[in-house]
């Protein structure tokens, strides 16, 4: 089984003037191509930190972090950039589309910063793939303000999705849906996963999080229970 990603003793401290927030203690973690995680715990227990680490948008305050095999401990600001762009797919809570581009632009966004040079053909003939994966063909020309919330997080996920990334990374994906549209999104990730990709998933909802095929419950910043995954066990 392919480890994508493996935590050893991560610890995340964040430090103002008056108040440090031990907001990670000492968490070890393993991910293995192919798996489904949801991270689920009360407000505040450091879900969203364990994502934006695990996401490269902030570095750990101790420990180490193996991505892909290699080691991401302490990268620049660029080079975690360009590891974010080629292997890591992020799902927000609120979109984060660019309202002044079309859907077909917003998706290509990752492949036209991507290291390896993709022709305008290949971009179409990926955008036009993962806009399929995804139920919106037909809304390839419209502005992300012009569809409706469920939409839009799909397009998010194309997005996240398009450079082929190791893992997704996914924040409260339905946070700001209806019931119908979150179990729209919901099914489309499930979908995504039986088709191969690797996710974890922070959620409140305890429905969406048993969709998953391994939950991690956070306590003030340390996992409760993470029973091995079943490849590990046997
Ligand atoms: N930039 C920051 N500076 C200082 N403290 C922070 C910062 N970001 C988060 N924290 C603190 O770290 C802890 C974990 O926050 P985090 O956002 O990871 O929680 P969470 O589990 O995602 O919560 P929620 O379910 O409300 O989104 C909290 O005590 C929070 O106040
Ligand atoms: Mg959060």
């Given at each position: 089984?392919?480890?994508?990603?493996?935590?050893?003793?991560?610890?995340?401290?964040?430090?103002?003037?008056?108040?440090?927030?031990?907001?990670?203690?000492?968490?070890?973690?393993?991910?293995?191509?192919?798996?489904?995680?949801?991270?689920?715990?009360?407000?505040?227990?450091?879900?969203?930190?364990?994502?934006?680490?695990?996401?490269?948008?902030?570095?750990?305050?101790?420990?180490?972090?193996?991505?892909?095999?290699?080691?991401?401990?302490?990268?620049?600001?660029?080079?975690?950039?360009?590891?974010?762009?080629?292997?890591?797919?992020?799902?927000?809570?609120?979109?984060?589309?660019?309202?002044?581009?079309?859907?077909?632009?917003?998706?290509?966004?990752?492949?036209?910063?991507?290291?390896?040079?993709?022709?305008?053909?290949?971009?179409?003939?990926?955008?036009?793939?993962?806009?399929?994966?995804?139920?919106?063909?037909?809304r390839s020309?419209?502005?992300?303000?012009?569809?409706?919330?469920g939409q839009?997080?799909?397009?998010?996920?194309?997005?996240?999705?398009?450079?082929?990334?190791?893992?997704?990374?996914?924040?409260?994906?339905?946070?700001?849906?209806?019931?119908?549209?979150?179990?729209?999104?919901?099914?489309?990730?499930?979908?995504?996963?039986?088709q191969g990709?690797?996710?974890?998933?922070?959620?409140?909802?305890?429905?969406?999080?048993?969709?998953?095929?391994?939950?991690?419950?956070?306590?003030?910043?340390?996992?409760?229970?993470?029973?091995?995954?079943?490849?590990?066990?046997?």
């Amino acid at each position: 089984m392919t480890k994508v990603i493996t935590l050893t003793n991560v610890s995340k401290i964040y430090e103002t003037e008056e108040l440090e927030t031990h907001a990670l203690k000492s968490i070890n973690l393993t991910i293995n191509q192919g798996e489904y995680i949801a991270i689920c715990g009360p407000s505040g227990c450091g879900k969203s930190t364990l994502l934006s680490i695990l996401g490269l948008l902030d570095q750990a305050s101790g420990g180490e972090y193996t991505l892909a095999g290699d080691s991401v401990t302490s990268l620049s600001l660029n080079q975690a950039a360009q590891i974010r762009n080629c292997q890591i797919g992020f799902v927000f809570q609120s979109f984060n589309l660019i309202d002044q581009l079309s859907v077909f632009d917003n998706v290509a966004l990752p492949l036209r910063y991507h290291h390896e040079n993709f022709t305008a053909k290949e971009i179409a003939q990926r955008v036009n793939n993962c806009l399929e994966k995804v139920g919106l063909s037909h809304r390839s020309q419209h502005t992300p303000n012009q569809l409706s919330g469920g939409q839009q997080q799909r397009v998010a996920i194309a997005r996240a999705i398009i450079a082929n990334p190791a893992i997704l990374l996914v924040d409260e994906p339905t946070g700001n849906l209806d019931s119908s549209a979150g179990d729209k999104v919901m099914a489309l990730l499930e979908q995504l996963n039986q088709q191969g990709t690797t996710i974890c998933m922070v959620t409140h909802d305890p429905r969406y999080a048993d969709m998953a095929t391994r939950k991690i419950q956070l306590l003030d910043g340390q996992i409760l229970q993470a029973p091995q995954s079943p490849a590990l066990a046997s």
